[in-house]
């Protein structure tokens, strides 16, 4: 499923217990990029209630589709040994590992749930940056202080950034927001039962490989619907790129052992592309009657020149390394906080391509630090529902813009067609997709 997001709502990370729903909305408020990666359970308790069945067109979706491949289970797993038996996997060890295996037909309502209804993104960020993590953070980062020392040595990743993962994904490891789920049964279910089966096939083999090299006990092989496990939500083929046995017992345990979650993510973040001594952008002023067409992530400038176009940030502090280059960032519109986000924003963004999610790995990373809180206020606006952004796409999309899949999810194409309609109808070009633009494509 590619859209202008490149993404959809069970994603190629499939993190978190009650995430797939937050990811997508997250999508459809900050803009998602390069590839969809539904990450953490990022709801402090109590439990959220399930999301409504999904509403997807897709073939594979349908009922009689659904119904014919929950009669073909056991004979879409015995396909599936050929793929297994390419990763080393025996014959016997894949009828001991899938003996007895039945769907879990439950995630099909979790597959492709869309909710009408949005929060906009700085509540999103309040929620996940809360007063709960931010105090439960630091004694993390205190009480593991000696192994986050080590893996910030080996690995070049910041120890703050690390924790801020880890308590995003998972409120530090809370049984909520790690999931319950058999990572072995929801992968299974998903590569041979809805529409993303080609791709959880891989996942569904990287599970089996994690079990017959024990590296986790079957037992505590459980996560999230879409098969994320561990503290920090790793995906199966994500544990088989990343993970590392810092510990030196043999295992790449991300569910028991301290220092294998830690300096995994840490290898993930520095995989991806973490810049060591940096940080991953800055909250910014911007000067009146700025041009808001410079908000573009192609238009990539040194902080100097940014500077120079009378960017600064709060309080006048002085842009450390002035030659880092940077891109602007209103993920709440004009009215909202901006931001010139680094490289390392980036980084975080493989990790999970929602702007708010990244933003709020970010912030949460400086709270722990001993940072404070923006010094802007998000605005008081409402977002638009699910289908206000589907009306938003399809008046677009009849002007001759390319944005992509109608679905509601507004990601980058939409963006850059809302700006282009913005200059045309004499609005200020902040590229957001607000009620007042679709008030005025209305017209």
Known sequence: MKADHQGGAAATRGRGTT???????????????????????????????APAPGRSSHPLMAPQAIAAAEANFDSCIAGMYPLAQAKGI????????????????????????????????GDYVNML?????????????????????AAEKKYGVDRYAVAAIWGIESSYGSPQGMGNRSVLR??????????????FRDEFIATLQILDKGDVPADHLKGSWAGAFGP?????????????????D????????IPDIIASTANNLKLDGWEFGKTWGYEVVLPKNFDYRYVDRSKRYSLNQWASLGITRPGGKAFPRATDTAFLLLPAGANGPAFLMLPNFSAILKYNPADAYALAIGHLSDRLR???????????????????????????????YDIGSVDGILGSKTRVAVQDFQVRA?????????????QKLRN
């Open 90 to 121: 025996s014959p016997q060890a894949y009828q001991r590992l899938t003996a007895g295996l039945t769907p879990d037909m439950k995630i099909m309502d979790f597959l492709d749930s869309q909710p009408e209804f949005s929060k906009p993104i």
């Open 232 to 248: 920090t939500q790793f995906m199966p083929t994500s544990f088989q790129r990343f993970a590392v046995d810092f510990d030196g």
């Open 370 to 400: 001993g940072g404070g809180t923006f010094a802007q206020n998000w605005p008081d606006e409402r977002a638009l529902t699910r289908s206000e952004r589907v009306e938003m796409q399809q008046l677009l999309a009849q002007r001759g």
């Open 426 to 438: 004499g609005m200020l070009p902040d590229g957001y997709p607000s009620v007042a633009v679709l």
């Open 250 to 257: 043999g295992k790449r345990n991300v569910v028991d052992s």
């Open 186 to 199: 929801s992968t299974a279910t998903l590569a041979c039962i809805g529409r993303r089966q080609e791709f």
């Open 19 to 49: 995430a797939a729903v937050v990811a997508v909305v997250l999508a459809t408020i900050a803009g998602g990029c390069a590839q969809a990666q539904v990450t953490g359970s990022i709801f402090d308790p109590p439990a959220q209630p």
């Open 129 to 149: 940056v809360s007063d709960y993590r931010v105090k439960k953070g630091k004694e993390i980062l205190a009480q593991y202080k000696t192994i986050f020392d």
